[in-house]
């Protein structure tokens, strides 16, 4: 199955948009469509969960931690964290790759960070 990303709220728009626009079939969910504002670390990962999303985000101060909490319990689709200082034709093209050369099964319950 193709990855399918979900934007924590704290994801800059730009990075979707830009992904999109280079490759529009690729399933990336805003945060705003998944209803994340103001949602804890761990409802995010829940629901992210639930959909089966791999999680886009900038946080690299408090996700790591609730991630490691989350998938000792619970079966996660995965984080990716992207740095905020990244150029972001390099995100678009590291998202693309993603999406293009994995499955969805091989990030589950895993944690990354770009670059690849």
Request: aromatic content about 6%; hydrophobic content about 45%.
């Given at each position: 199955m193709k990855?399918?990303?979900q934007?924590d709220?704290?994801?800059?728009?730009?990075?979707?948009k830009?992904t999109?626009?280079?490759e529009?079939?690729i399933?990336?969910?805003?945060s705003?469509?998944a209803?994340l504002?103001?949602?804890t670390d761990?409802?995010?990962l829940?629901?992210?969960?639930?959909?089966g999303?791999l999680?886009?985000?900038?946080?690299r101060k408090?996700?790591?931690?609730h991630f490691?909490?989350?998938?000792?319990?619970?079966?996660?689709a995965?984080v990716?964290i992207?740095?905020?200082?990244?150029p972001?034709?390099q995100v678009?093209d590291?998202?693309?790759l993603?999406?293009t050369a994995?499955?969805?099964?091989?990030?589950?319950?895993?944690i990354?960070?770009?670059?690849?």
């Amino acid at each position: 199955m193709k990855v399918r990303f979900q934007a924590d709220a704290d994801l800059n728009e730009l990075l979707i948009k830009a992904t999109l626009r280079r490759e529009p079939s690729i399933d990336f969910q805003t945060s705003r469509a998944a209803g994340l504002a103001g949602l804890t670390d761990r409802e995010v990962l829940e629901l992210a969960a639930k959909s089966g999303r791999l999680l886009a985000t900038h946080d690299r101060k408090t996700m790591p931690n609730h991630f490691g909490e989350f998938i000792a319990t619970e079966t996660s689709a995965g984080v990716l964290i992207i740095p905020q200082t990244m150029p972001l034709s390099q995100v678009v093209d590291d998202l693309i790759l993603i999406w293009t050369a994995s499955e969805a099964e091989e990030w589950i319950n895993r944690i990354y960070a770009l670059p690849l």
